[in-house]
């Protein structure tokens, strides 16, 4: 922190010590999300070059910042984590969760009478009216008109009608269209 030469004063600090011993990530949470985050709760955290390390909170700051109104919590990392000081980092923190009956968003249609997941039943699509929940990574939540394990068509719902013909894939389908698309590609 000074050059060689230079004069110092008493209580100017000369260098710095760094170690792997006691890091903690820091990140900064809104007041209503963190009014649900807890010590414990989950954290990922990633770095830009992809490195990935899950930990849990450590500790909450008891303040909002005054500029901001933003709240601070802390993950301890252990000295195995590769993260540096002073290194920037993704923290991605489980608020809450819970079980839910999901499709894949592909398989819910917008129709006059509102969401429609189409359930195959013996060879036709059926058009079932569902009340839909959170949206998160390509899945939908059914709140209410879908039983848990009923069968029901992703591939091309958008084009379908209520009583519409339709044969269903099998796995050995599935794996020989893979085979076909792969061969396609290296030939």
Request: no cysteine; net charge positive.
């Amino acid at each position: 922190l000074v050059s060689e030469g230079e004069y110092v004063s008493v209580g100017k600090a000369l260098f710095r010590l760094v170690g792997q011993q006691g890091l903690r990530a820091r990140f900064a949470l809104s007041e209503r999300e963190g009014s649900v985050l807890r010590v414990g709760s989950p954290v990922t955290l990633t770095t830009e070059t992809g490195d990935r390390f899950t930990a849990a909170v450590s500790e909450i700051r008891p303040a909002l910042d005054s500029q901001n109104r933003m709240l601070e919590a802390l993950v301890a990392l252990p000295p195995q984590a590769k993260f540096r000081v002073g290194q920037s980092v993704e923290a991605s923190v489980v608020l809450s969760s819970k079980q839910a009956l999901a499709v894949p968003s592909i398989a819910v249609v917008a129709r006059q009478q509102g969401s429609v997941v189409f359930v195959a039943d013996k060879g036709q699509a059926r058009a079932t009216v569902v009340k839909t929940g959170v949206e998160d990574q390509g899945w939908v939540e059914i709140v209410d008109g879908l039983a848990a394990g009923t069968p029901v068509v992703s591939d091309g719902a958008g084009f379908l009608s209520d009583g519409a013909k339709i044969k269903a894939k099998t796995e050995k389908q599935d794996s020989k269209a893979s085979k076909n698309s792969l061969e396609g590609r290296q030939s």
